[in-house]
């Protein structure tokens, strides 16, 4: 079994919709969970982090956190063109038990139509 | 140059060649790392440098030898590779020592191998 799970997609959306892509995690231990951006040709750019559980907004972006279910969220609101891109789900545990280790879900693929 | 600039973008080889693949980041970071990015699949860790000592080797086969001069540069050396190394390596740095806070990544844009 995966330690993360994130649907691949692809995922095609009308610009302006609310998206939301998910990961799920079998780990307890994970405690920083992070969401990076991946625009095509180019590597993977941290887009939000969040500790422990529950929710964290920046501009159009929130990224949500349930620990009790093993389950994150980033929602984009309003989306636009500029917003297609492959999104991946990373976290780890405490640095005392991990070291640098950061764990990837697969990514999902988003398109946004204008 | 500002980041993490990673060359060459693309790369070609046949099974019997050696080449490298070259890191460089300019951002005062000291932890590097060597990540695979293969289509349907998670990133998978490589190798880890610490302040110029490697700190991991995700059971990496041999045919893959990195090297790390000093805490800005990162090679990968590449010798009697396989088809199906054929990925997206991507070269990614960090402020090592973290504690108690998130371990941010910032990434390269890669180099695309095809292994013919």
């Known amino acids: 079994q995966k330690e993360v799970e994130q649907d691949p997609g692809p995922l095609s959306v009308p610009e302006g919709a609310i998206v939301s892509l998910n990961c799920t995690y079998s780990n307890s231990a994970f405690q920083y969970f992070m969401w990076y951006r991946q625009y095509s040709r180019k590597g993977p750019e941290l887009l939000m982090y969040t500790y422990s559980s529950g929710n964290k907004e920046d501009g159009r972006f929130t990224a949500q956190v349930d620990k009790s279910s093993k389950y994150i969220s980033l929602f984009i609101r309003d989306s636009q063109p500029s917003d297609s891109a492959t999104y991946l789900c990373a976290m780890t545990r405490p640095p005392e038990t991990s070291g640098s280790r950061l764990t990837f879900g697969e990514g999902t693929q988003l398109t946004v139509n204008p | 140059e500002t980041g993490v600039t990673q060359t060459p973008r693309h790369l070609v080889m046949g099974m019997t060649n050696k080449k490298s693949l070259k890191c460089e980041q300019h951002?005062?970071?000291?932890?590097m790392y060597w990540y695979k990015q293969s289509a349907k699949k998670p990133l998978e860790l490589m190798f880890v440098?610490?302040?110029?000592?490697?700190?991991e080797n995700n059971s990496v086969p041999s045919r893959f030898s990195p090297e790390c001069p000093n805490s800005s540069h990162l090679f990968l050396h590449l010798h009697t590779l396989q088809p199906e190394d054929s990925a997206l390596y991507l070269c990614a740095s960090s402020q090592a020592g973290w504690m108690g806070g998130a371990n941010v990544l910032t990434f390269g844009a890669g180099s695309r191998l095809t292994v013919l």
């Open positions: 440098y610490n302040f110029k000592e490697q700190t």
């Open positions: 951002l005062g970071h000291n932890a």
